[in-house]
């Protein structure tokens, strides 16, 4: 079975651009979960999307949202880059047992 | 709400010796605990989770841990530590409900010496 896999895998920008990430979860898993990860503030939910709707939402601004499609792929999409923004974006699938998360290798996002 | 605590952002052990990460968890349910492992510019991978079934949970690479509830704790440990095991660890709790995230604790970065 594939492994979650993640678009692009590197991305550079500048603020006040938007950029748009992309994941394909495992194969017949339906939730996709999306994490930020910075040295300072580790790892971070930001939301999770089960059939194509927003379940649970982190605490992140609204320039922060996403979205699932009937495949069950997700995008993530952050509007008015920050540089604080710069991080690793994970997304992972789950099959809905136990939570357990299988992750993708990421996105680093560099914002210049 | 649920919280992880890892201590110990560092750890440094010698080639061959035992290894400890520590993880104690807040929860007011029932939980389920997971360690995972992180290899630089790489995704999470699971080393082992705990989901009531046992408690002593044994996982992938040697890697086992010891879920104890009077304590709150779910430390990690391999007898034996290989220079393959140099990585971060994340330990997270779910409470297994219906809104599937994890909470993650702030990660240990293990060292093995030669």
């Known amino acids: 079975k594939a492994g979650v896999t993640q678009t692009p895998r590197y991305l550079i920008k500048t603020r006040g651009q938007q950029v748009t990430l992309s994941c394909s979860p495992i194969?017949?898993?339906?939730?996709v979960s999306w994490y930020q990860q910075t040295p300072g503030q580790g790892l971070q939910f930001l939301f999770e999307?089960?059939?194509?709707?927003?379940?649970n939402k982190g605490n992140f601004p609204g320039r922060f949202s996403g979205r699932q499609f009937s495949n069950s792929r997700s995008e993530m999409n952050v509007s008015t880059l920050e540089l604080g923004d710069s991080a690793l974006y994970l997304c992972?699938?789950?099959?809905?047992?136990?939570?357990?998360?299988?992750f993708g290798p990421g996105t680093r996002l560099t914002v210049l | 709400a649920q919280s992880v605590t890892q201590l110990g952002s560092h750890v440094s052990v010698s080639e061959g010796a035992l290894v400890l990460l520590r993880c104690n968890y807040s929860?007011?349910?029932?939980?389920?605990l997971f360690w995972y492992v992180q290899y630089p510019n790489q995704g999470l991978q699971l080393l082992l989770k705990?989901?009531?079934?046992?408690?002593l949970v044994k996982g992938i690479n040697g890697f086992e841990a010891e879920f104890k509830k009077s304590e709150t704790s779910f430390h990690l440990t391999k007898p034996s530590a290989h220079m393959s095991d140099a990585a971060e660890y994340f330990c997270?709790?779910?409470?297994?409900?219906?809104?599937?995230?994890?909470?993650f604790g702030k990660g240990t970065k293990l060292s093995v010496k030669p």
């Open positions: 999307y089960f059939s194509e709707t927003q379940r």
């Open positions: 929860s007011s349910v029932p939980p389920y």
């Open positions: 705990y989901t009531s079934a046992a408690t």
């Open positions: 997270a709790v779910s409470d297994g409900g219906s809104q599937g995230n994890l909470i």
């Open positions: 194969s017949g898993h339906r939730s």
């Open positions: 992972a699938s789950t099959p809905g047992t136990y939570n357990e998360q299988f």
